[in-house]
Nanobody, 123 residues
Framework: VQLQASGGGLVQSGHSLRLSCAAS????????LAWFRQAPGKEREFVAS????????AFADSVKGRFTISRDTAKNTVSLQMNSLKAEDTAVYYC?????????????????WGQGTQVTVSS
């Protein structure tokens, strides 16, 4: 499984950004895909996840109501729409895949990881 994240950049507080993760290498019907993030000096944390087969989603409390996650099964991509961005959303964002489809917030459940994409929110 290969995961390729893109879409990061520098935005002002209150603005929006959309990240995309292109997935390849396997049929993803049993998988869940997720976004995690890691700020400087902090541990990697869960942001959102989506079960490929049903579209079921889960979100961290810190992003509920501001972020949405979606998948395009035809293009094998997962997107993270980030609205009302705050300075504390600044981090490197990683795409990850769990072949068991758990949508878990525990990063240990995710076997595959993409490279990160930097998101910087200026206040």
């Amino acid at each position: 499984v290969q995961l390729q994240a893109s879409g990061g950049g520098l935005v002002q507080s209150g603005h929006s950004l959309r990240l995309s993760c292109a997935a390849s290498g396997r049929p993803f019907s049993t998988y869940s895909l997720a976004w995690f993030r890691q700020a400087p000096g902090k541990e990697r944390e869960f942001v959102a996840s989506i079960r490929w087969s049903t579209g079921y989603t889960a979100f961290a409390d810190s992003v509920k109501g501001r972020f949405t996650i979606s998948r395009d099964t035809a293009k094998n991509t997962v997107s993270l729409q980030m609205n009302s961005l705050k300075a504390e959303d600044t981090a490197v964002y990683y795409c990850a895949a769990d072949r068991h489809g758990s949508t878990s917030a525990d990063l240990r459940n995710y076997e595959y990881w993409g490279q990160g994409t930097q998101v910087t929110v200026s206040s």
